[in-house]
């Protein structure tokens, strides 16, 4: 666990005061730790460099092996020997360099395209070897692609820690490129976390909710399993639902969270909690975490609401998205077999997270953008929590951070003091409103 996200062992305490020499040690060991880290994101960046003045010796022979530049045999003078020379190289450019990889330009030769590229990854990945290799266009730059090459694979041991990078973005992993892995609420204010039994969702979602802990953004579950996955977190949580009925009530709850900061934002002049903030006004933002959304939409033999609730979770996704109240739902599949409203739901749901499902039929609905053949990789993603995220014609891997049980649980202790109350944040809201106001009268 990383050490600066929660101190397990705190300095001790005599009656004179603080024990300054475990404090001494405390900062040792936290020095020793990132010496390390430094010494080994070092070595990694060092090894990156070498195989890629490794490549850029080879890039010419590879190019005419594989066609991509032209190849021409001819004797010399005297008619005895063979001579080859290769012209019209691919040229490289605009190296960007990290740990685990590094990406380049190329710029194309009359009559080349993407395929070709594409088809020559898989011997470009041996002759460089490297982990992995992988062709796109830059659709601002006509004639030129990026190659996107992977030394090692990031995601075989994810060491990101989940975060909050700034207001509304959140790291809970890493991608293929070594790059954080972000759910970004200023950009998708919803999202979608869709994966088979056993793929990693709830760990996932554990990330998530790690990374909004130490914030003082309100955590509020529909947990319809029993409430079992919500236990570990329930110190840290507004709400906890486990029941239809209980999530129908606490629907209504968001809502009138929805109607008074409305009011709120149109007294201020703004249209979203970011430019509330940034005249003053600071909204916590509020997040909703649905685990398994099926059983929202089965009715059960004693109730018969599930059309009620798709009903108001359709609202809530369509008008809660500017007073900063994100939902997030998690479940095995999200089609129209799940009731009439569910279709809908899905459209606003623009953040898609797919991990590995089981059939090609809800991979295109979650990564409907994509082509259908990188639809299919969805259903061969064999590491549990790895996932295929959309980056809008283009896709990655990546792969959430791993938190045990023991982690969770001081997480959500550590942070149990950032706990709020429906009433207590209703009136959070109104205070920070009133304070504006009176700052803005008395100018």
Not at 121 to 132: D, E, F, N, S
Not at 327 to 350: E, H, M, P, W, Y
Not at 422 to 443: G, V
């Amino acid at each position: 666990m990383n050490p600066t996200a929660i101190d397990m062992n705190p300095p001790a305490t005599t009656d004179q005061g603080t024990d300054y020499w475990a404090v001494i040690r405390t900062m040792a060991i936290q020095a020793g730790s990132a010496l390390i880290r430094g010494t080994i994101t070092a070595w990694r960046y060092l090894c990156t460099v070498l195989t890629l003045a490794r490549l850029g010796l080879l890039w010419k022979a590879f190019c005419a092996a594989t066609g991509l530049a032209i190849q021409r045999t001819h004797t010399d003078k005297y008619g005895t020997r063979l001579h080859t020379t290769v012209h019209a190289v691919p040229r490289l450019d605009r190296y960007r360099v990290n740990a685990h990889g590094w990406t380049m330009r190329v710029r194309l030769r009359p009559g080349q395209h993407l395929g070709q590229y594409t088809e020559a990854a898989i011997p470009l990945r041996y002759t460089a070897r490297v982990q992995a290799v992988k062709a796109i266009e830059l659709p601002e730059q006509p004639g030129f692609l990026e190659l996107r090459i992977l030394r090692r694979d990031p995601l075989v041991r994810v060491t990101e820690r989940p975060r909050e990078i700034e207001p509304g973005r959140l790291a809970v992993g890493a991608t293929e490129t070594g790059d954080p892995m972000i759910l970004d609420f200023t950009e998708h204010p919803h999202y979608q976390l869709i994966g088979a039994t056993g793929s990693g969702k709830s760990m996932l979602l554990s990330c998530v909710q790690a990374a909004i802990a130490p914030t003082d953004g309100v955590l509020v579950f529909w947990d319809l399993k029993f409430g079992i996955e919500a236990e570990a977190w329930r110190a840290r949580y507004t709400e906890v639902a486990v029941t239809q009925r209980e999530v129908l009530t606490s629907c209504g709850r968001v809502l009138a969270l929805a109607e008074q900061r409305a009011a709120i934002l149109r007294r201020l002049g703004v249209r979203n909690v970011a430019e509330a903030d940034a005249a003053g006004v600071h909204l916590r933002r509020v997040y909703v975490l649905v685990d398994e959304v099926a059983e929202l939409a089965h009715d059960h033999q004693t109730e018969k609401i599930a059309d009620q609730l798709l009903r108001e979770l359709l609202r809530i996704v369509q008008l809660v998205r500017a007073m900063g109240i994100h939902v997030i739902l998690c479940g095995q599949r999200f089609g129209s077999d799940l009731g009439k409203n569910i279709t809908s739901i899905r459209a606003q749901v623009s953040g898609r997270i797919c991990l590995q499902v089981n059939d090609p039929q809800t991979a295109e609905m979650v990564l409907g953008g994509l082509a259908s053949e990188d639809q299919k990789r969805a259903l061969t993603l064999v590491r549990p929590g790895m996932a295929i995220v959309q980056d809008g014609q283009q896709w990655h891997y990546a792969r959430c951070s791993y938190l045990t049980t023991v982690e969770i649980r001081a997480l959500a202790a550590a942070h149990a003091d950032k706990r709020i109350g429906w009433d207590e944040l209703a009136a959070d809201d109104q205070l920070a409103a009133a304070i504006h106001n009176r700052q803005e009268s008395s100018r």
